[in-house]
């Protein structure tokens, strides 16, 4: 059965192969909802799109094992890429899952979207870096 690591949290979990990254968090306990660099944690927990794809704030990083995860499809590449407002999370801060993205293109996955077929570690939360010297490049 795969494993999957949350790095930050220090917690980990066995799950079935094909598994969905942001269940499996939820039943261990992990928030994937870190909002930006943190603000907006709580709360965001309660103001997402509940795994559709939408509001791009289960975003994680995949550190370890990228090729154990389904591949990225199409509702997953229009969230990172197209920063327009979506009317399930209006309240949602829209352009960060693209800003986010910048830089992280190889490791940056939405929870809900990605699912686990290995061994994979998790890092939650990824900071968003505004003025990072890959951001307005
Ligand atoms: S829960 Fe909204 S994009 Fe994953």
Redesign the pocket.
């Known amino acids: 059965m795969p494993v999957i690591k949350f790095v930050k949290e220090k917690i980990e979990v066995e799950v079935p192969r094909g598994a969905n990254l942001?269940e499996e968090a939820i039943k261990a306990g992990v928030n994937v909802?870190d909002g930006l660099n943190g603000f907006g944690k709580n709360i965001n927990k309660y103001l997402?799109?509940?795994?559709?794809?939408?509001?791009?704030?289960?975003?994680v990083l995949i550190t370890k094992g990228m090729e154990n995860t389904s591949p990225m499809g199409t509702a997953e590449r229009w969230?990172f890429r197209v920063p327009v407002p979506t009317p399930l999370?209006p309240l949602a801060l829209d352009p960060l899952p693209c800003l986010a993205f910048v830089g992280h293109e190889d490791t940056m996955r939405?929870?809900?979207?990605t699912i686990v077929n290995g061994d994979i570690e998790v890092e939650t939360g990824p900071p968003l870096d505004l003025f990072g010297e890959n951001f307005f490049s």
Not at 48 to 59: A, D, I, K, S, V
Not at 110 to 113: E, G, N, T, V
């Open positions: 942001r909802y997402n799109c509940h795994g559709l794809g939408q509001c791009g704030m289960c975003r969230r999370t939405l929870a809900c979207k």
